[in-house]
């Protein structure tokens, strides 16, 4: 099955500062999507993302299927983006297979 | 739109006791999920509904789970008897059907057997 690997496993910044996430898979896929599960447990959907670049105010999204990796930017971090990152992948809208995610520690 | 709705969002129960989780999809959704996640093995999907109908069951980890959709906007999670391994927090989400989007998640249900 396809495997998802999520780098780097934790990440401690300060406010203010910009981070990139990097989600890597094994085999070509038609769905790949960014969640952000925030310190209460719940999972936002950030992109939906194939492939292509996508935005969303301090977020951008970047997946090149040809070399099987897919980036997440966050900019001017704040201590509301503290949370952990998933990259869920598959080649269906239904079946997802989930990265470990990517811990993400803010600090005022 | 009011989002995944899922009840109870905490539930504490002893073990051999039957918990039942539920969970009401988006409207017009015509794909529903049940995820569990826990810190030893991350999300794990465990069944999924098209149309009311299970389709994918292969993630229930044993027969003391079963997973019902008698209709379009509601969902059971069933564990009879529950043990502590079960502790867990159970998510629900759902999308539509042949969209490319994304799945849109409950705020789970946080699960403790002791």
């Known amino acids: 099955g396809i495997q998802v690997e999520q780098s780097p496993p934790d990440l401690i910044l300060q406010e203010g500062a910009n981070s990139t996430l990097r989600c890597n898979f094994s085999?070509?896929?038609?769905?790949l999507q960014w969640f952000h599960q925030n310190p209460w447990g719940q999972l936002i959907n950030l992109f939906y993302?194939?492939?292509?670049?996508k935005q969303n105010g301090r977020l951008s999204a970047t997946t090149v299927a040809t070399e099987r990796y897919s980036l997440l930017y966050i900019s001017s971090s704040q201590t509301t983006d503290s949370g952990v990152y998933f990259c869920?992948?598959?080649?269906?809208?239904?079946?997802?297979?989930w990265g470990a995610g990517t811990k993400l520690i803010i600090k005022p | 739109d009011a989002g995944v709705i899922q009840s109870p969002r905490h539930e504490v129960t002893e073990m051999g006791q039957e918990v039942t989780l539920r969970c009401k999809p988006i409207?017009?959704?015509?794909?529903l999920f049940w995820y569990r996640q826990t810190m030893m093995r991350g999300l794990e999907l465990l069944i999924y509904?098209?149309?009311?109908?299970?389709?994918?069951d292969s993630g229930m980890p044993e027969d003391r789970f079963s997973a019902k959709m008698p209709n379009a906007s509601f969902s059971t999670l069933k564990i009879q008897p529950s043990e502590p391994r079960d502790s867990a927090v159970y998510f629900c989400?759902?999308?539509?059907?042949?969209?490319?989007?994304?799945?849109?998640f409950g705020p789970g249900t946080r699960l403790l057997v002791l």
């Open positions: 989400a759902s999308n539509r059907q042949g969209a490319g989007e994304t799945q849109y």
């Open positions: 409207s017009g959704h015509d794909y």
């Open positions: 509904f098209n149309n009311n109908v299970p389709i994918d």
């Open positions: 085999d070509s896929v038609n769905n």
């Open positions: 993302i194939p492939s292509g670049t």
């Open positions: 869920a992948v598959g080649d269906s809208n239904y079946q997802l297979i």
